[in-house]
C-alpha cells in the first residue's frame, strides 16, 4: 500500500567523541526514506531543497525505488543545515545551530499521482507543514504517523498539539514526553499525550529501547540491539518511524500486533543506522544483514 513521507531533507555536521563530520547529507525524512525502502517499494517523498543539495543523494533514493516527484528544488536558496554536538555519553546532544533555510517557508505540494496514500509518515518538520499535508491529502489514509521533537515544542506547541489531535500515532524520545505532559512517569505521560489525539503512542529511550502504548492499556517493550560501539546517534529516531511505518505499509496493517512487529524491525533498522556516520550505514544494509539482524533480535527477546 503506497506511503507517503514527509520532512526534513537536510545538511548536517555532526560532531561525536569519535570525530567530526563536514557537511554531510541528513535531515529526518532522508533516513525515513531510505528505512523505508528496504521494505517497501511504494513510497513518495515530499520535501524541499536548496540548490545547494547534493543531488547524488537524490538518485539514491531514485536506485531504491523511492518517488521524489515530490520534492522541490529552490533555485538560488541553501538547503536546511543542522548542527549537533553529542555528549560522551552519546545519549544527550546539543543542538548547536538549527538554519531553517528553504524549510522557513516551504509549502509542500503533493504530486496529483501520492495525493491518496493509504499510509502516512510526517516527519521532523514544522507543525505547520504537517498541518498543511494532512490537509492536502485528498482521502483519509488507514494511518497517519508523526514524529516531532523538542524544538517545535520550545517554539510552537499551539500548532504542535493541532497536529497531534489529528494522527493516529505519534513517536518521540523520552524527553519529550516528559515535556510535552508535564509528567516524569512514562505511563502517566503516555496517558496524558494520548489523550490529546493520537491513539498509539511510541515513547523512543535510544539505547535502552522503545515503548508501544495502544488503546486499552496495551504496552509492548522492544528492547535497543546492545552494539560494541555507538559511532553517531544522530537519525536513530528517524530510521527507527521509518522502519515502523514502513513495515505496517508493506503489511497494509494497523493492528496493535503488526505495530509490535513494526516496532521490532524500526529497532534492528536503527541499530544500523548508528554504525557510521550519517546515512552511510544504512546505504549499505542488505536484507541478508537486516534478516540476520532482526533474528538477533527474535534470540534477544525469546525467554
Ligand atoms: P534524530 O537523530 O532522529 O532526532 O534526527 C536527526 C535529524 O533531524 C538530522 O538529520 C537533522 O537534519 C534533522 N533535524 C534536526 N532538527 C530539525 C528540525 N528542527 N526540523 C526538522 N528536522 C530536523
Redesign the pocket.
Known amino acids: 500500500m503506497s506511503l507517503l513521507v514527509i520532512?526534513?531533507v537536510?545538511?548536517?555536521a555532526i560532531d561525536t567523541p569519535f570525530g567530526s563530520t563536514g557537511k554531510i547529507v541528513?535531515?529526518?525524512a532522508?533516513?525515513i526514506s531510505l528505512a523505508t525502502s528496504l521494505l517497501h517499494d511504494q513510497v513518495g517523498l515530499v520535501a524541499v531543497v536548496g540548490e545547494d543539495f547534493d543531488f547524488n543523494f537524490v538518485e539514491t533514493l531514485n536506485q531504491r525505488g523511492v518517488n521524489t516527484d515530490g520534492l522541490q528544488v529552490k533555485k538560488g536558496e541553501k538547503s536546511?543545515?543542522?548542527h549537533?554536538k553529542y555528549h560522551l555519553d552519546m545519549n544527550s546532544?546539543d543542538?548547536i545551530t538549527?538554519e531553517?533555510n528553504v524549510?522557513g517557508d516551504f509549502d509542500p505540494i503533493i504530486p496529483d499521482s501520492q495525493s491518496a496514500p493509504h499510509f502516512v509518515m510526517l516527519?521532523?518538520?514544522?507543525p505547520q507543514v504537517q498541518l498543511k499535508t494532512i490537509e492536502r491529502i485528498s482521502q483519509k489514509p488507514k494511518l497517519v504517523v508523526m514524529?516531532t521533537?523538542n524544538?517545535?515544542m520550545d517554539i510552537a506547541l499551539d500548532e504542535l498539539k493541532e497536529v497531534i489531535a489529528k494522527v493516529d500515532v505519534l513517536t518521540i524520545?523520552d524527553e519529550e514526553a516528559r515535556q510535552l505532559s508535564g509528567e516524569y512517569s512514562l505511563r502517566k505521560a503516555a496517558r496524558i499525550i494520548q489523550a490529546m489525539g493520537p491513539q498509539t503512542l511510541i515513547i523512543k529511550k535510544g539505547e535502552h529501547g522503545a515503548l508501544l502504548f495502544g488503546t486499552d492499556d496495551q504496552v509492548f517493550f522492544c528492547p535497543a540491539l546492545p552494539l560494541e560501539e555507538v559511532f553517531d546517534?544522530?537519525?536513530?529516531?528517524?530510521?527507527?518511524?521509518g522502519g515502523f511505518v514502513g513495515y505496517l505499509a508493506s503489511k497494509g496493517a494497523t493492528d496493535f500486533e503488526s505495530m509490535k512487529k513494526a516496532v521490532v524491525y524500526g529497532s534492528a533498522l536503527a541499530s544500523f543506522c548508528v554504525e557510521k556516520f550519517?546515512t552511510e550505514r544504512l546505504e549499505s544494509v542488505t536484507h541478508d544483514e537486516l534478516n540476520a539482524r532482526l533474528s538477533q533480535f527474535e534470540k534477544m527477546m525469546t525467554v
Open positions: 520532512g526534513s537536510a545538511f548536517d541528513g535531515g529526518a532522508s533516513y536546511f543545515f543542522w549537533g546532544r543542538t538549527t531553517l524549510l516527519g521532523n518538520l514544522s514524529d521533537m524544538f517545535w524520545n546517534p544522530t537519525g536513530a529516531g528517524d530510521t527507527f518511524a550519517g
